[in-house]
């Protein structure tokens, strides 16, 4: 079968730093697949690297069968992206940097369907026509998420999609994250944060020092047998 | 393709809200009318100063009527009498007023020795030349540049620094496109610029419409379409904002202000122009050695030139016109070479600058311009030898006067020859400046393409 | 303390790559284009030393002449340049070199640079005075705009002040860092300057080109000077490097290439200048009809004609001792030249209105202050184009009026008789002097008042500001 998301070897030299030194990984439908580990232990990279914004040194990185370096144009129907921190247009409002982004994505959404998707992802009704420039952190993360849900991608990248959200809005995206699983969507997720992994995801994998060094289904540890091993592999 | 125009549109948008750029958009438009303003509006007093100019010699006619109310020895209508030569402008001139403040656009001639008279200057005021003329093509050839600058210093680096490229290039738009329809947008909103002026001063300065109106046109928007290329090359480079417009004011200052500078020196020196000032005092020399010359000699050497009035009697009187003016002519004939030398040597700087143009499409555009405005050297030049042409003219109505002692009557004046010129477009070194601002310009697409084809885009 | 600072900025801009390219570069530029100045200044300067010399001998070397034909033959007008235009060729190149001097008329100076090249010169030239009021500004913009917004954005600014020194202090401290490093620039070409000046045997030993160097840097001290407590305040008022770059090429262009044309061509549209056509015809008409236009110049031969047989006593023409055509003359070209003076100042206050308009305008952009300044400094500005006229037009005049007074004392028949060929010997020729500095500075109160309010205006106002400024 064809995987969602897939690495093949994949290697990443920078000119002073071996970033990701062979990773082998996939990700089928339906999987949440939480990437932990320190800052700079290589999962932006490896993020970047699905993304296409990034070239390999070595090895592949697939999505949705397809092989991301040569199709970076292509790949991009298939998935879409939160970064960390969500930046837009500021002297757009929240509404209109959605409407701009599904166009983007071929989408054409009549106003009230951006509206409910702006309000799954739990923006106050309030801030849709205000410029984005007068938004908290929070407030543009919730737009990149219905950003994201808006495009029905196969695949999901995440790269700490709940930094600057409160512990509710949190609980929220997990909840939305667990549907769009059910419906058969890939969610790839980087973060430092332990608790909301095993929450989520269905793995979990640890890395370090550009290497993935274990990956566990999530239903054979609870939260703190996590814990212990991620400490265990950062010392 | 779709993408594209949402993007485009979407570019309008950004734009509106960047209430900066709105407002230096608005400016260089006003701006612009100015420059039209003024263009035209200096003409037109030109126009008006060589309107009187009939009034005058009309008024010095009247003068010499009732100071001669019998029919006279044309010689002394002849010392007294002046009359003008005109250089009328093109209505293009107002759009591109070159060098017409600098050289003057009438001359005022009289009967006596031309080369004495030819170079007399106009009244300008000096510190108005040092500043310049700021007409349509000044905007268009200095701040043009400065407005695509200002349009596209950040063209991708204001997303790339807000942290919104990431998000941007992670949909299925290559960046390519998005580059793209952000240049598409720019284009059209300077090259529109350019248009709604240079209509707008074409109808106020109304220019005929022919093949000139194209001409104008191509050559503004292929310099507009120069200066992005340079601004997609900076983009491609993906450096930071603020490197971006170093570098891009950079290139402005090289191409509108070293280059030229430079050029200036070296055209200086490698063509130095024999001083004009030789000239007059050695025809000075000549005609004032005239009067101590025995008058057999003098008349001699005229009747070599004029053989057809070797068999008009001889000079036995102290002072006669027919000598005076003979001596006078002989002055002129005697820095022929000089003359010559003179204007060739003003041609051939010209001609080095139009060589060596391609330096920087800015001089290559405005000189390009002033060619097609009849506003430049070449046309002065022009200008001086139809006055020269005008003051054997005026030679030959006098001469058969004052060898055949004729006497000058009132109804003579009238029949005397008068002098008009009109500037010409010099279409053909506007239209090789042209193509080699098409050249320049492919070459600087050509790099900015290749650059972004061999550095991706980098989201961050 | 602001000592500290300022080393601190003193080395950081040296160690900066960027800066060492571009002041480099504007090294070369200045001491390229003293050079180049001095080269064009040399053989302009010889040409016309020559060309004075030689129609100083030929009118020496005249034959056996009528005085009025010497006054036909005339003589030149040559404007030798002043010492330091070198540095600043100002107007020279739009104003003529020489000027025929003959009698009955006050022709044009001819023959200026800008007619001997095409539209090139436009684009204007590369002198020391250029890269100073142009170019090193632009420096100061890109060594200054990221002065506080670099610190602020990496948050060394708010460790500095922790440190327990004001924002005023800090900024006085960049003032005098980026004050070094663009003397380290401008330094060495005004050295070079000065040490071609004193190598010439003409200037060496004149205290006045010694006056007009040392006021000539202390104006371009100065404007360096406000232009980097401008970028200095800016810099600190603006959140972001890029905004507060923009903004100072935005004043920049405004300043140096914007206002100084449109000003210019605002003022010769509001006070039109009259045509040398017009002018021409109306000092004529003048002199014919006299000034008030009940004075013809016909009446006015007869009653002197009449005036000397009276005084002299006699019944014609022949019995008097002078000559009559001579003094006729005297009188008209002592009246034409009387219209013409009215005319010629009516011309020049028309263009020193026209000036003034630009002038005035330097209260609002330093550029338009320091330009009048520099040029006026240099000898080569619109006073110095006067004085060079006015000096040339009396010359003429006491020469015809000499050689007026020469034939009338030929008495009756002067005519048919020539005066020897010594007479002209003793006749002086024109050398021009140039007026002294103090003369100059009369005209250049405004300029200097104008850039002095701004670097006082602009440290108090702009410190001020800063002190008011949000660290974060």
């Not at chain 1, 420039?133 to 999609?161: C, F, N, W």
């Not at chain 3, 003397?183 to 030993?205: C, N």
Request: net charge positive; hydrophobic share 45%; with cysteine.
């Amino acid at each position: 079968m064809t995987y969602l998301l897939e690495a093949k070897d994949l290697r990443k030299q920078y000119a002073d730093k071996l970033a990701l030194r062979g990773l082998n990984l996939q990700i089928e439908a339906g999987e949440v697949f939480c990437l932990l580990g320190q800052n700079g232990a290589g999962k932006s990279t490896t993020i970047n690297l699905f993304l296409g914004f990034i070239e390999p040194t070595a090895g592949a990185a697939y999505l949705n069968g397809l092989e991301v370096a040569a199709n970076s144009l292509k790949i991009k129907q298939y998935l879409a992206y939160i970064p960390e921190n969500v930046m837009l247009y500021p002297h757009l409002t929240g509404l209109e940097n959605l409407a701009l982004f599904s166009s983007l994505a071929g989408f054409s959404y009549k106003e009230s369907e951006l509206l409910a998707y702006l309000d799954q992802a739990g923006l106050p009704a309030e801030a849709v026509r205000r410029r984005v420039g007068t938004y908290s952190k929070g407030m543009r993360q919730k737009v990149g998420i219905a950003i994201a849900v808006a495009k029905h991608a196969k695949v999901l990248l995440l790269d700490e999609p709940t930094s600057g959200l409160d512990p509710k809005a949190s609980n929220e995206f997990s909840e939305l994250l667990r549907q769009l699983s059910q419906q058969g969507t890939a969610v790839f997720m980087a973060t430092h944060d332990i608790f909301r992994a095993k929450e989520v995801g269905t793995r979990v994998g640890i890395m370090r020092e550009g290497e993935l060094v274990d990956v566990r289904p999530t239903a054979a540890l609870n939260a703190n047998e996590l814990e212990q091993l991620y400490l265990t592999y950062m010392q | 393709m779709k993408i594209f125009w949402i993007l485009v549109q979407y570019e309008w948008r950004h734009f509106r809200a960047a209430k900066g750029l709105v407002v230096l958009t608005g400016l260089v438009l006003l701006v612009g009318l100015y420059g039209i303003y003024y263009g035209t509006t200096e003409l037109a007093r030109q126009r008006q100063h060589l309107a009187e100019l009939p009034a005058l010699a009309r008024h010095n006619v009247e003068e010499l009527k009732t100071k001669f109310p019998e029919p006279a020895d044309a010689g002394e209508i002849g010392y007294y009498h002046t009359t003008f030569a005109v250089h009328h402008p093109l209505p293009w001139a107002g759009l591109s007023l070159g060098q017409r403040d600098v050289n003057p656009y009438y001359v005022k001639l009289r009967l006596l020795g031309l080369q004495g008279q030819l170079y007399a200057a106009e009244n300008v005021n000096p510190t108005k030349m040092l500043s310049g003329n700021f007409d349509l093509a000044f905007v268009l050839v200095y701040l043009f540049p400065l407005l695509i600058i200002a349009l596209c210093f950040n063209l991708l680096s204001s997303e790339r620094e807000q942290g919104i490229l990431p998000l941007l290039l992670a949909q299925p738009v290559s960046a390519g496109v998005v580059v793209g329809a952000k240049l598409t947008f720019r284009v059209g909103l300077v090259l529109g610029l350019a248009w709604l002026l240079s209509a707008v001063a074409m109808g106020w300065a109304r220019v005929p419409l022919d093949g000139r109106v194209g001409l104008w046109l191509a050559l503004v928007t292929v310099y507009c379409l120069f200066w992005f290329g340079v601004a997609f090359i900076v983009t491609a480079w993906q450096r930071p904002s603020a490197f971006n417009a170093v570098a891009l004011v950079g290139v402005w200052l090289l191409l509108l202000v070293l280059v030229p500078g430079l050029l200036n020196v070296y055209v200086a020196a490698k063509r130095p122009v024999p001083q004009g000032i030789e000239l007059t005092v050695k025809q000075r020399e000549q005609i004032h050695g005239g009067w101590d010359k025995p008058k057999a000699e003098t008349m001699n050497r005229f009747f070599a030139l004029y053989p057809q009035w070797r068999d008009t009697a001889t000079i036995k009187e102290r002072f006669v016109w027919r000598w005076y003016y003979a001596f006078q002519h002989l002055g002129d004939q005697s820095v022929q070479p000089l003359a010559a030398a003179y204007s060739t040597g003003l041609r051939q700087r010209y001609e080095l600058v139009e060589t060596l143009n391609w330096l920087s499409p800015a001089i290559n555009v405005q000189t390009s311009l002033n060619a097609l405005a009849g506003s430049d050297l070449p046309t002065h030049l022009a200008f001086q030898q139809s006055v020269v042409r005008y003051h054997d003219a005026l030679r030959a109505y006098y001469y058969p006067f004052l060898f055949n002692k004729t006497p000058f009557a009132h109804a003579d004046y009238a029949r005397e020859p008068t002098h008009t010129f009109t500037s010409t477009s010099e279409t053909p070194t506007a239209v090789q400046g042209l193509w080699k601002l098409l050249l320049s310009t492919g070459v600087v697409g050509t790099v900015g393409l290749l650059l972004f084809r061999a550095r991706p885009i980098q989201p961050r | 303390m602001i000592q500290s600072i300022a080393q601190k900025e003193f080395i950081s801009t040296l160690r900066d790559r960027r800066f060492v390219v571009l002041s480099g570069l504007l090294l070369a530029l200045l001491l390229a284009a003293t050079l180049v100045g001095r080269g064009s200044y040399r053989t302009l300067q010889h040409e016309r030393m020559v060309a004075q010399q030689t129609v100083n001998e030929q009118f020496h070397n005249q034959p056996n002449r009528h005085p009025h034909r010497v006054a036909h033959y005339g003589s030149f007008a040559f404007r030798p340049r002043a010492g330091l235009s070198f540095l600043d060729a100002g107007l020279d190149s739009f104003t003529g070199a020489s000027v025929f001097l003959e009698a009955h008329q006050q022709n044009s100076v001819n023959f200026s640079q800008a007619q001997q090249s095409g539209s090139l010169i436009r684009f204007g030239e590369l002198t020391v005075a250029f890269v100073l009021q142009v170019l090193v500004p632009l420096l100061i913009v890109f060594l200054c705009f990221s002065a506080f917004t670099e610190e602020r954005e990496t948050g060394t600014l708010k460790l500095l002040l922790s440190q327990g020194v004001s924002m005023r202090r800090v900024a006085w401290g960049k003032i005098a860092g980026y004050g070094r490093a663009v003397a380290l620039v401008v330094g060495p070409a005004l050295a070079l300057a000065a040490w071609l000046l004193f190598g010439e045997e003409e200037f060496a030993h004149n205290p006045d080109v010694w006056v007009r160097l040392a006021l000539f840097v202390a104006g371009y001290a100065v404007y360096f000077f406000l232009w980097i407590v401008g970028a200095v305040v800016v810099s600190a008022r603006q959140r972001h490097a890029r905004s507060a770059l923009v903004l100072l090429l935005g004043c920049w262009m405004l300043g140096c290439i914007i206002l100084p044309k449109a000003t210019a061509n605002l003022g010769a549209t509001l006070f039109p200048t009259i045509t040398k056509a017009q002018m021409d015809a109306d000092v004529h008409e003048a002199a014919q009809k006299g000034i008030n236009g009940h004075d013809p110049q016909d009446q006015r031969s007869a009653a002197l004609k009449a005036n000397l047989l009276k005084q002299y006593g006699v019944d014609s023409e022949e019995k008097l001792p002078v000559s009559v055509g001579g003094l006729v003359m005297a009188e008209s070209e002592a009246y034409t030249s009387k219209v013409y003076q009215q005319h010629f100042a009516d011309l020049t206050r028309t263009y020193e209105r026209q000036n003034a308009i630009s002038n005035w305008a330097g209260l609002l952009n330093p550029y338009q202050a320091i330009r009048p300044l520099s040029m006026g400094l240099a000898g080569s500005d619109f006073a110095h184009y006067v004085h060079f006229q006015q000096a040339a037009e009396s010359y003429r005049y006491q020469l015809v009026q000499r050689l007026n007074g020469l034939q009338a004392s030929m008495g009756y028949g002067d005519k048919e008789r020539k005066l020897d060929a010594a007479t002209w010997q003793a006749i002086p020729t024109f050398a021009y002097q140039a007026p002294p500095v103090g003369w100059a500075l009369g005209y250049l109160l405004l300029p200097a008042l104008a850039l002095l309010l701004w670097a006082v205006g602009l440290s108090w106002l702009g410190l001020k500001l800063i002190d008011n400024t949000p660290v974060v």
